[in-house]
């Protein structure tokens, strides 16, 4: 293999590699996007946003914008005050949200939240928290930044690409889950287990930002 194929392909890899490491892991976002497979609203639109977030930010980073945020802590505390009370009052409706046992018809759709809404909300989940910004700018722009040259492109797609694997596990695949979820049970632990994780992250970034 030609070495200039060899660097691209070893580029890729680390940018798969380190997308993958970064996004899979129970957070807000994913947390939202499994949600809406599980309920079959609106997925193609919630994991196009996803992404697309994700790859503007990617690039971003890579371009040299962790740089210039590095020089501004006002910005990641403004980002940290505001995420923190999104992910509470979100985490807080999740757990009032198990305390009524329900089952769900993935295949309804009666009552969900238009189109508008839900994107609203998929962009609340991914641009107030901060720990998208820390993994897609800085520490991806960051490692991505030091690729030579034509390189650094090469490395952003394999990040890219890690964000487009996962959304689309999470968001299409979520759908085979769906009669395990048909259970009330099984919607109240998936509620709580939400609720929780929420409300952990976010009392974790409300003392950094008042600090």
Do not use: K
Not at 52 to 58: R, S
Request: with cysteine; hydrophobic share 60%.
């Amino acid at each position: 293999m030609h070495p200039t194929a060899v660097a691209a392909l070893a580029a890729f890899v680390t940018g798969l590699g380190l997308g993958l490491g970064l996004i899979v892991a129970i957070g807000a976002q994913n947390a939202f996007v499994l949600r809406q497979g599980l309920r079959r609203e609106h997925v193609a639109a919630v994991v196009g946003f996803c992404l697309a977030a994700d790859a503007v930010l990617i690039v971003a980073g890579v371009a040299g914008v962790a740089a210039a945020l590095g020089q501004r802590p006002w910005l990641a505390r403004t980002l940290a005050l505001a995420g923190g009370v999104f992910l509470v009052v979100y985490g807080a409706r999740a757990l009032l949200r198990a305390r009524h046992a329900r089952g769900l018809d993935a295949a309804s759709a009666a009552g969900a939240p238009g189109l508008r809404d839900t994107l609203g909300r998929a962009a609340a989940f991914t641009l107030l928290n901060p720990h998208v910004y820390l993994d897609t700018v800085l520490l991806v722009g960051n490692v991505g930044a030091r690729q030579p040259g034509a390189l650094r492109a090469v490395f952003a797609l394999g990040a890219i690409c890690a964000s487009l694997l996962w959304f689309s596990l999470l968001g299409f695949g979520a759908r085979w889950l769906a009669p395990w979820f048909a259970r009330p049970r099984a919607w109240q632990v998936l509620d709580l287990l939400t609720g929780a994780t929420l409300l952990v992250l976010g009392l974790r970034l409300l003392p950094q930002a008042l600090a």
